[in-house]
């Protein structure tokens, strides 16, 4: 009897573990390898789309606490879509060269609202004069702050410090980039769950069913899941709208859930050209240009995790420092254009588009540069621009949902190269991970108690310096991590191989891999002027 119903013993290849990628294949256009015009121009339009989320959700948190009106916001969308595709030109171009889309950042919001309530502009009575006044003042210090990632990335700061950077200590920085960001996930669904929830459902069953349910030659549900399921969610979002179904809903569910309460349509000009200084001449501060300045430096951090990512799911290589330190340092430059056209944000990596890249399978350069086409385009032509601008942000909550996911997974991806039975991978990675998120939890709980920050001192550009660093998970787990792996033991050779220090040799220098050249080299000619070490 024994023996008779059991299964076979398993093959000596089954009991091997998977095989450590440098490439993540199964990739079906990488970096260098652009799919055929149509399908590019398609890829590029849903890019633009997933970017609209943030480039809607900053300037509507910040514009009407500026003293704003809906024509003001549409305005500042505008230029901050402008200033995106400049960004993301510049960055694929001359920059890492990664399919990195350059949106704005949340970090930034926080000294922002410092300056918004800084005692010189409250005794303004004219909403509109305090709105120019706190847009020069935001501009001031983003043009100070723009320095410090400009100086480290050029000067080659940034990329000494990348040196460093092992696939250890590089898991709980890129994690917490995508996972660190959940609060813009499910609670912005449920602000309106009857449109978002079936937004995340259609694009799980589209993007993860359908293609092995229905047999088609090419990819396509996986590959347009978004735009197949934002028109089917927003046209389901109008007919509710439009057949009265919030006409004695609470105010704030309308503005969540109906179609056509962003103001952003009524507000926004046919045709404009947004252009420097458009708000009037720039007004500077010492206290605020620090806390900006320091928010500026998380976010540098916070890129650098999503860059990785990027370079990971357009089927590159790993990214050297000194490619690193180049995009830094563009990202800078991108700060200091938004400052001067005044989008009162600075500049980071798109999470979301990242997670794109993972969903659809497309690290394609000349998807996102089409992409960046486009946010120039409709923002330019204002009012086609804003249609799209006014879909409903719990939609946007949900991709949220699918993409943020996507980068804390690659995260957790290069601990393929780790020892992951090494009690020192496993207390480096562990308490990284705990304190990236205790650490901002606190912070952040105790200052929507309190209403201010735990560092709580006159100087409140001082506090900022403080509060929003240890509010960033990315940054608080990164720094952490980088810290403990390059003082424990540091010097013993079996803790390098534990570490995977050794996986990233081959990159850490430009010259030694022969695919470095071929993902990151500058185009016409410019390594010659321009060298990367």
């Known amino acids: 009897m024994a023996g008779g119903g059991a299964a076979p013993p398993p093959k000596q290849e089954e009991l091997q573990p998977h095989q450590v990628k440098d490439q993540l294949p199964s990739v079906s256009y990488c970096i260098t390898s652009p799919p055929p015009w149509p399908e590019a121009v398609i890829l590029g339009f849903q890019h633009y789309i997933v970017m609209l989320g943030t480039s809607v959700i900053i300037p509507s948190a910040l514009v009407p606490q500026m003293g704003g009106g809906n024509e003001e916001k549409a305005r500042v969308i505008q230029t901050l879509l402008f200033v995106a595709g400049i960004n993301t030109l510049c ?17 930034i919001v926080a000294p922002t ?31 100070i702050a723009s320095t410090i990632q400009i100086i480290l990335g050029f000067s080659g700061l940034w990329r000494n410090v990348v040196r460093f950077l092992s696939p250890l200590s590089a898991v709980p920085l890129i994690s917490l980039a995508g996972f660190g960001l959940y609060e813009l996930g499910f609670p912005g669904v449920a602000k309106c769950v009857e449109i978002g929830l079936p937004e995340i459902i259609l694009l799980l069953v589209f993007s993860q069913y359908l293609p092995h349910v229905i047999h088609v030659a090419k990819p396509v549900f996986d590959r347009f899941a978004v735009i197949f399921t934002i028109a089917i969610v927003w046209l389901y979002a109008y007919i509710l709208t439009a057949s009265g179904a919030y006409k004695n809903a609470r ?27 458009q708000w009037g001449a720039p007004t500077f501060d010492a206290g605020e240009s620090f806390a900006m300045m320091m928010a500026s430096f998380v976010a540098l951090v916070e890129s650098t995790g999503t860059f990785i990512a990027v370079s990971r799911y357009a089927s590159a290589t790993m990214i050297p420092p000194s490619v690193l330190g180049r995009g830094i340092g563009w990202q800078g430059i991108g700060t200091l254009i938004g400052a001067f056209f005044g989008t009162a944000n600075g500049t980071a990596v798109s999470v979301e588009n990242a997670g794109l890249l993972a969903l659809t399978h497309v690290g394609s350069r000349r998807v996102v540069q089409i992409s960046a086409g486009f946010m120039i385009f409709f923002s330019i032509l204002g009012k086609f621009g804003a249609i799209f601008a006014s879909i409903p942000l719990p939609i946007f909550a949900a991709l949220y949902c699918i993409f943020f996911a996507y980068i804390g997974a690659c995260g957790l991806s290069f601990l393929q190269f780790c020892n992951l039975n090494s009690f020192r991978t496993k207390f480096i990675v562990g308490f990284s991970f705990f304190m990236g998120l205790s650490v901002p939890q606190y912070f952040n709980e105790y200052t929507s108690v309190a209403g201010y920050g735990p560092v709580h001192t006159g100087a409140r550009w001082f506090n900022d310096m403080i509060n929003v660093p240890f509010a960033s998970k990315p940054f608080v787990a990164g720094l952490i991590a980088y810290f403990l792996d390059n003082t424990i033991q540091r010097r013993d050779n079996g803790v390098r191989r534990d570490r995977g220090y050794h996986w990233w040799d081959k990159f850490r220098s430009f010259k030694t891999d022969t695919r470095s050249e071929e993902f990151y080299s500058l185009p016409f000619n410019l390594n010659k002027f321009f060298p990367s070490v």
């Open 251 to 277: 105010p704030k569910t309308q503005v969540h859930c109906r179609v056509d309460r962003s103001g952003i349509i009524s507000g926004a000009p046919w045709i404009r050209v947004p252009f420097p200084f």
């Open 113 to 143: 609202i410092s300056i918004i309530l800084a005692g010189r502009y409250s005794n303004e009575a004219d909403p509109h004069e305090k709105f120019l006044r706190t847009m020069r003042g935001t501009q001031g210090a983003l043009i």
């Open 91 to 107: 960055q694929s171009f001359f920059g890492t060269r990664l399919p990195a889309v350059m949106g704005g950042s949340y970090t």
